[in-house]
């Protein structure tokens, strides 16, 4: 029996599960790049996988192993010639993240077995969230964070069934949602300068038509260097990640957050590597709890959370459409340019960068899709070629379910949607508007504001079941019969004025 290993672009860690599983195997790596054609992704996106997944070829084989490494138009003709040459039985791969590229993988032809390895990439396999899951009544992210803190010993004292969360609290979230403050100062991020393969990558991603700038490009692009990115935001970052980590500040990219979602999607770096070392900081460097608390909470709670419920829904979950929204998306996803300040930063940050921290992605993207009435499909396939951590796995649960509620609340217990005043509140976007944050009809009032209430007044006997939205439902009910009907009316003005 000849075992062969494909490591796919995704899984790019010496101990994965197919690697580990034999020493010696021999080993391709494919480039398609047909599959990227396919549909658009962010220009910086393509060199930070491609550029990952040659450093991690040079990486292996400077171990000693063999590897192969092709550049392709699509996956399945390199390996089949790759199987033949090399006379392999057994073709081991590590389970894929990303449910259509599972499909994908089972539905192929070859000459040889094909053994798929479960995926130690995540803390939970899909068999321990499916068990934690099974037969609950709902499926609270809280609950399945305290969980995993319970099951990981994270931030936890004492011992056996006497254990606590450390604080005594499990959760510090009321600390982490400082609106900005006039002149903070957050520490620049750590870029790196693009080596001779990046720089070759970049030439050849130029020539491709797709979404995004591609330079300046400065992300990390081995797992050295992410290691360097972690050990920064441990040092330099962290102590005031959790009070700002709702901000929003116009020429402020990335505040204090981790950046680091690119390289644990990658496989460049380990989520339980990653929270070990925030506790370790917790206990050896004295840093505040609310930030450690609420930077554990994002990774073992959240991250842990979107891949397991994204594994365990059903196969059309994608194509969830709860409020039944149609609005095609905007041209101005692409461009950035409206008027909207918020959604022209949050838009031109992206393309600049391929990166929005989590309330630029919430609370101004998502947020206005949703109240707007945008098809969810077409919004998530625009998140899914805008973002440089854009995956399946993480985009579905994410884009479809906590952004736009499409999902009916599998995931969320109310929709994310907001007015202009949580926007006012948490960012300095309002000031430099054309539009006001105050008024919710007329010329200058905020489409956030007609698109809200609109969108409440749309689905209010939908929503009236969503027990957490009877408060805001009585506020609707006060507004005027001539005021309800101005509000639709620059509702559908707008959308009358867009170019899909
Ligand atoms: C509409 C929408 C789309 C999103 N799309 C993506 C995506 O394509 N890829 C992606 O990795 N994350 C996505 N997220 C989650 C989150 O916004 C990003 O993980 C985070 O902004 C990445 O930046 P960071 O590393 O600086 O994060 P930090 O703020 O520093 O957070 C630390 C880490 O926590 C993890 N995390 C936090 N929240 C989530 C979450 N909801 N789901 C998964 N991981 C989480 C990430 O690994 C992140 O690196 C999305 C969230 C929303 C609401
Ligand atoms: S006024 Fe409205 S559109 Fe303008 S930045 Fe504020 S929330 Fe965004």
Redesign the pocket.
């Known amino acids: 029996m000849t075992v062969g290993i494909w490591v796919l672009g995704d899984q790019l860690w010496q101990d994965q599960s197919a690697l580990a599983s034999e020493a010696n195997a021999p080993i391709i790596l494919i480039e398609s790049h047909g599959h990227s054609t396919k549909r658009r992704y962010h220009r910086q996106k393509l060199v930070l996988v491609w550029s990952a997944m040659r450093h991690f070829a040079a990486e292996l084989e400077a171990t000693g192993r063999a590897v192969t490494y092709e550049i392709a138009d699509d996956f399945v003709t390199p390996l089949r010639q790759w199987v033949e040459q090399n006379q392999i039985t057994e073709l081991r791969v590590m389970e894929p993240a990303d449910r259509p590229f599972a499909r994908f993988l089972n539905g192929l032809d070859l000459s040889c077995q094909l053994t798929i390895v479960p995926n130690n990439h995540f803390l939970w396999s899909v068999a321990e969230f499916k068990q934690w899951a099974d037969g609950r009544k709902s499926l609270l992210m809280e609950s399945f964070y305290r969980e995993g803190r319970k099951r990981y010993g994270m931030l936890m004292e004492g011992t056996g069934k006497k254990r606590t969360p450390v604080g005594g609290q499990w959760n510090y979230d009321k600390e982490n949602r400082k609106p900005p403050k006039k002149g903070i100062n957050p520490p620049v991020p750590q870029w790196f300068k693009p080596d001779k393969i990046t720089r070759q990558v970049m030439q050849e991603v130029a020539k491709l038509d797709t979404f995004g700038d591609l330079e300046p490009f400065g992300w990390a692009v081995t797992r050295a260097q992410a290691l360097q990115v972690l050990d920064y935001?441990i040092t330099v970052r962290l102590n005031t990640?959790g009070p700002y980590?709702d901000a929003m500040v116009t020429g402020e990219d990335?505040l204090w957050?981790?950046?680091?979602?690119p390289y644990?999607?990658l496989g460049l770096l380990h989520p339980l590597e990653v929270i070990q070392a925030v506790e370790a900081a917790y206990k050896q460097q004295d840093q505040p709890l609310n930030s450690v608390e609420g930077?554990i909470r994002?990774?073992l709670g959240?991250?842990e959370y979107?891949r397991g419920l994204y594994s365990y829904v059903d196969e059309d979950y994608p194509q969830g459409n709860y409020f039944e929204h149609h609005q095609p998306l905007p041209e101005f996803f692409w461009t950035g340019d409206t008027p909207m300040n918020c959604l022209h930063q949050s838009i031109d940050q992206v393309k600049r960068t391929g990166?929005?921290?989590?309330i630029q992605?919430?609370m101004i993207?998502?947020n206005f899709a949703l109240i707007a009435g945008l098809s969810p499909q077409a919004v998530e396939s625009w998140?899914h070629a805008a973002?440089i951590?854009?995956?399946d796995w993480?985009?579905q649960?994410?884009?479809i379910g906590?952004?736009l509620f499409a999902d009916g609340g599998v995931l969320a217990t109310k929709p994310y949607a907001a007015s202009a005043n949580y926007i006012n509140r948490m960012s300095d976007y309002c000031k430099d508007c054309q539009y006001h944050p105050k008024l919710r009809t007329g010329e200058n009032a905020c489409p956030f504001n007609f698109f809200y209430w609109d969108f409440l007044a749309r689905h209010r006997d939908i929503l009236q079941n969503q027990g957490r939205m009877n408060f805001i439902l009585k506020n609707l009910d006060k507004m005027s019969a001539e005021e309800y009907a101005e509000i639709r009316e620059n509702a559908s003005q707008w959308h009358e004025q867009q170019t899909p």
């Open positions: 935001f990640f980590q990335t957050h981790g950046l680091l979602s644990l999607n930077f994002q990774v959240w991250r979107m990166y929005n921290h989590h992605r919430l993207l998502s998140f973002f951590d854009a995956y993480v985009m649960t994410n884009v906590m952004g």
